[in-house]
């Protein structure tokens, strides 16, 4: 089967309302997933979720229709994070779940991800299969009348995830006495994440949870911590936590207003479930973004940090094919396999907070694990090119050799090209900082000029 076009490393993604973010090509993604996840004669059903795009609007009925065409019944669950979709796919025994968004990306652009019946996003082979579907003709799949689907909203989704994700939490612990700031990006936790919070007794102090639409991760969440950091200094909380735009990913923040990635995150939980017994499989899925101070740090706890390529439906492939419950990435993808089925900000705050009452610590001491290592990336936009050709390019593999030499085995470098966006991302660690940057300039510089040919 040829490489995939539609699909990218997190599902469909691309600007609202151009391909192939259309309502065209959404009916058609819905009729090619329905038909293909179809197994025998019982009636059919998928759930749609979505997180706070105005494109929301056109995308859901569009695939709502899609799926109505080839005989599924559909479930509106309306705004929820990623997470919930995963979960209530499985406890509504549905054959597919379907996630409306676009992550951490501007509200221009919206997505649509894929849950299998177990809540777990689909294979590579499924959404190819489902591609071919989409490219090759549905018409032959489009059900009688009488077979049609029907489409029901569930009322209650809301408040079955927030009963999941306080399950999650350790029996007997309560949040009172502490001060939490969360940021949800105005997006699809806004409403969820202070109530999770707040019915575990915290005192919490709610950033972007007014969505209009438009709003979503603009200048707040994860990729945007600055509002988070300044409300945890001035309401002198505990804890900051910054969620995107479908709720997947977090980033924190200590009391000091030092900012705390999924490194450090997956070092904190790593180590507290490995000394519980808890952990699975040796040590810690993540992938070749994280920093090697996680790796040196997991080491030094007689654990072993095994690396996926870039994305997180990679490390839950990893974390599936060897029993290994806990997963994730730099970005703020945590996956805890016990609980849930894919990357969950809000369960994996719980979990930190969790070891701030049993510790009796600050979040500075209790999320300061290891000393990262000076890492650098940048991102080069290579719009209208190839980025594998540009990969290729002589100049470029000479400048990648170079920066490989003048680390000298003391670090390391990657390249990659963007699963979502026109972009390189070209990333270098090592034990020297300046060194890094010249490294990672180099680079990017060279790629800049072939990209100006």
């Known amino acids: 089967m040829g490489a995939k076009k539609l699909f990218g490393t997190d599902g469909v993604r691309g600007t609202a309302n151009v391909e192939p973010m259309t309502a065209e090509t959404a009916t058609r993604i819905g009729m090619a997933a329905g038909h293909h996840l179809r197994r025998g004669a019982h009636r059919h059903t998928v759930v749609i979720g979505k997180d706070t795009r105005l494109s929301g609007y056109l995308l859901e009925p569009a695939l709502t229709a899609g799926l109505i065409s080839v005989g599924m019944d559909v479930v509106l669950l309306g705004p929820v994070p990623t997470p919930a979709v995963a979960m209530l796919t499985r406890s509504l025994r549905a054959d597919l779940g ?148 479908d709720a997947d990913r977090v980033v924190l923040c200590n009391e000091k207003g030092e900012i705390v990635d999924g490194d450090q995150i997956l070092a904190l939980i790593g180590r507290d479930w490995a000394g519980s017994g808890q952990l699975r499989g040796g040590g810690v899925v993540a992938t070749v973004m994280s920093n090697l101070g996680l790796e040196r740090f997991l080491a030094g706890e007689g654990l072993t940090l095994f690396r996926t390529g870039v994305g997180d439906r990679y490390v839950v492939e990893n974390m599936r094919a060897h029993d290994r419950n806990l997963g994730g990435e730099q970005s703020g993808h945590i996956v805890m396999s016990d609980f849930g089925t894919t990357g969950d900000g809000l369960m994996a705050a719980l979990q930190v907070l969790a070891a701030l009452v049993v510790q009796g610590r600050p979040a500075s001491e209790v999320l300061n694990l290891f000393q990262p290592l000076p890492q650098l990336l940048r991102n080069v936009r290579v719009t209208g090119h190839d980025p594998t050709t540009l990969l290729e390019d002589p100049a470029v593999t000479d400048a990648v050799a170079d920066g490989e030499a003048r680390l000298n085995g003391s670090g390391r470098i990657l390249i990659r090209k963007s699963g979502t966006e026109p972009l390189i991302r070209v990333m270098a660690e090592g034990e020297d900082d300046a060194l890094v940057a010249e490294v990672v300039g180099g680079i990017c510089t060279a790629i800049e000029e072939r990209v100006k040919v």
């Open 98 to 245: 379907v996630m409306i968004t676009a992550s951490h990306n501007p509200f221009h652009d919206n997505g649509i991800k894929l849950f299998g019946s177990d809540g777990f996003k689909l294979s590579d082979g499924q959404e190819a299969a489902i591609e071919a579907l989409v490219a090759n003709g549905l018409d032959a799949h489009r059900v009688l009348p009488k077979a049609l689907g029907r489409a029901r909203r569930l009322d209650d989704c809301e408040g079955r995830y927030i009963e999941f994700v306080k399950s999650t939490f350790p029996r007997g612990l309560r949040l009172d006495g502490l001060r939490i700031v969360v940021d949800c990006a105005h997006g699809a936790a806004y409403k969820i994440a202070p109530m999770v919070l707040w019915e575990l007794g915290a005192e919490v102090f709610s950033l972007g949870v007014a969505p209009n639409g438009s709003n979503i991760n603009e200048g707040c969440g994860s990729l945007h911590t600055g509002g988070m950091r300044d409300k945890v200094l001035s309401e002198g909380a505990h804890l900051g936590i910054a969620l995107d735009g």
